[in-house]
Nanobody
Framework: QVQLAESGGGLVQAGGSLRLSCAASGRTFSSYAMGWFRQAPGKEREFVAA????????YYADSVKGRFTISRDNAKNTVLLQMNSLKPEDTAVYYC????????????????????WGQGTQVTVSS
């Protein structure tokens, strides 16, 4: 089992940057694929980005491709989401998620792929 805690959210102007961090407990973090999702008020939770357990494969929603970068540091049990060129439509609560094992055979963008979730961190982008 793994517990997840997000940090790094806040208020930023359009065009600015934020870096979200997700700290994971447990000794087997390197065996988990990780994902980021977000949920804006009145909207469904949507996929943002995902990374394989090794870090060798990454996946992005079209809406963030070229602006956001997901990475992981297995030695520090951490996954990061660097968000650049932020837009007001990026405003949402951002959630970190973990899936035990490989993403092979699973859709990285489907929320039910993931077994564990953090509590979320608010990101607000002002225009």
């Amino acid at each position: 089992q793994v517990q997840l805690a997000e940090s790094g959210g806040g208020l930023v102007q359009a065009g600015g940057s934020l870096r979200l961090s997700c700290a994971a407990s447990g000794r087997t973090f390197s065996s988990y694929a990780m994902g980021w999702f977000r949920q804006a008020p009145g909207k469904e939770r949507e996929f943002v980005a995902a990374i394989s357990w090794s870090g060798g494969s990454t996946y992005y929603a079209d809406s963030v491709k070229g602006r956001f970068t997901i990475s992981r540091d297995n030695a520090k049990n951490t996954v990061l989401l660097q968000m650049n060129s932020l837009k007001p439509e990026d405003t949402a609560v951002y959630y970190c998620a973990a899936k035990e094992g490989s993403l092979t055979g699973y859709s990285p963008s489907y929320y039910r792929t993931y077994d564990y979730w953090g509590q979320g961190t608010q990101v607000t982008v002002s225009s």
